[in-house]
């Protein structure tokens, strides 16, 4: 049958049954490579020419991802019916499904991501797992330039609100999250992000306490 292989700086890669959408990627400082490829019935994530462990498949929207010091990979995988983040070779707990795609921190030592367990999400951070609500809304998680503190947005019932390092903020009808609606870091300890209260849009700032 036919191969494909990735040619990097003129060298041919290791010949593959099929190369995956996710990739290639380099690293931020250009001096790695990763892919995903395909060998008989399983897939795999293949790091300057090191092959991964062998899934049933890899997630698409779930990297690979280098962390900013291009030291770090994470992606997702599942096997059989289950997914998991995979971090420098770690596979994670395994669960329903994978929500949001796996985020380093700016300082490569802290890894956020969005998580399915039947009908409720939740983040997980440095391993372990926040609370569960109906829905995470998209991006996902944001994390401060200092690497300190974790943000994201969350659905519960009819009302929406932020989340910053663990607590629940106030509550609204929507948290506004598309045509340039984001949570914003403007500093180590401030954000906002703009919000729906009855027919009103407003814009919330909120300083974190140390």
Do not use: C, W
């Amino acid at each position: 049958g036919t191969k494909q292989f990735i040619v990097v700086d003129g060298k041919e890669g290791k010949r593959y049954d099929g190369m995956l959408a996710s990739g290639p990627i380099f690293s931020p400082d250009s001096k790695r490579i990763a892919y995903g490829a395909e060998t008989g019935t399983k897939q795999v994530i293949v790091v300057d020419g090191k092959e991964g462990k062998q899934y049933d498949g890899i997630l698409r929207a779930s990297g690979p991802l280098f962390s900013p010091d291009s030291k770090r990979v994470a992606y997702g995988a599942e096997t059989g019916t289950k997914q998991f983040i995979v971090v420098d070779g770690k596979e994670g707990k395994q669960y329903d499904g994978i929500g949001a795609v796996p985020l380093f921190s700016p300082d490569s030592k802290r890894v956020a991501y969005g998580v399915v367990a039947s009908t409720k999400q939740f983040v997980v951070v440095d391993g372990k797992e926040g609370k569960q609500y109906d829905g995470i809304a998209t991006p996902g998680p944001i994390f401060s330039p200092d690497s300190k503190h974790l943000a994201y947005a969350i659905v519960s019932g009819s009302k929406s609100f932020v989340i910053v390092d663990g607590k629940e903020g106030k509550r609204y009808n929507g948290i506004i999250n598309f045509g340039g609606g984001r949570i914003v870091f403007d500093s180590a300890d401030s954000l906002h992000y703009l919000a729906l209260k009855g027919t009103g849009i407003y814009l919330v700032q909120e300083n974190i306490k140390r």
